[in-house]
T-cell receptor, first 112, second 112 residues
Framework: RKEVEQDPGPFNVPEGATVAFNCTYSNSASQSFFWYRQDCRKEPKLLMSVYSSGNEDGRFTAQLNRASQYISLLIRDSKLSDSATYLCVVNGPTNAGNMLTFGGGTRLMVKP | DTGVSQNPRHKITKRGQNVTFRCDPISEHNRLYWYRQTLGQGPEFLTYFQNEAQLEKSRLLSDRFSAERPKGSFSTLEIQRTEQGDSAMYLC??????????FGPGTRLTVL
């Protein structure tokens, strides 16, 4: 079993749609959680951190459920520019050195 | 631009050859990380440095791989006797202690 699991997609949605991605992680000792965005043939870039209380950044909302070891990302009012791969990321498994463990990514394609 | 830089951006080599990649982190970032990413997968942790000390290495880092950060600034990753399975994108990231990791553009290695 992978340490961080995501549905690879692709998710094909029209502009303006709301789309949600989910992710599960196996290490209950993980301390920090993130969503990174990666455009084709580019490096990953931090989209947002994920906090236990849930957090929002504009059209993006992230939720964390520690009991279920589940992380989600909701994108509202999708834009063409949101097309990318979204990587669910946790720190660990050793929590040493802030090492990041990435899921395989979920690909989103927003169409006109 | 004072982001993370990596050189070369692309490297094509024949099986059995040695290759070396360089990473220049964001100045003042004392942590430097190497990751490897293959097509359709998320990045996988290889190793990290705090200043010049290499503090953790993944099981993925076979004895053909060696990384250095001699003065606590730039880092090199060398792969000896390359194999076709080494073909991947090699990503470098840097951070302050426990802070966000910022990724460089990567070096894409193709082993023929």
């Amino acid at each position: 079993r992978k340490e961080v699991e995501q549905d690879p997609g692709p998710f094909n949605v029209p502009e303006g749609a709301t789309v949600a991605f989910n992710c599960t992680y196996s290490n209950s000792a993980s301390q920090s959680f993130f969503w990174y965005r990666q455009d084709c043939r580019k490096e990953p870039k931090l989209l947002m951190s994920v906090y236990s209380s849930g957090n929002e950044d504009g059209r993006f909302t992230a939720q964390l459920n520690r009991a279920s070891q589940y992380i989600s990302l909701l994108i509202r009012d999708s834009k063409l520019s949101d097309s990318a791969t979204y990587l669910c990321v946790v720190n660990g498994p050793t929590n040493a050195g802030n090492m990041l463990t990435f899921g395989g990514g979920t690909r989103l394609m927003v169409k006109p | 631009d004072t982001g993370v830089s990596q050189n070369p951006r692309h490297k094509i080599t024949k099986r059995g050859q040695n290759v070396t990649f360089r990473c220049d982190p964001i100045s003042e970032h004392n942590r430097l990380y190497w990751y490897r990413q293959t097509l359709g997968q998320g990045p996988e942790f290889l190793t990290y440095f705090q200043n010049e000390a290499q503090l953790e290495k993944s099981r993925l880092l076979s004895d053909r791989f060696s990384a250095e950060r001699p003065k606590g600034s730039f880092s090199t990753l060398e792969i000896q006797r390359t194999e076709q399975g080494d073909s991947a994108m090699y990503l470098c990231a840097s951070s302050l202690v426990t802070d966000t990791q910022y990724f460089g553009p990567g070096t894409r290695l193709t082993v023929l």
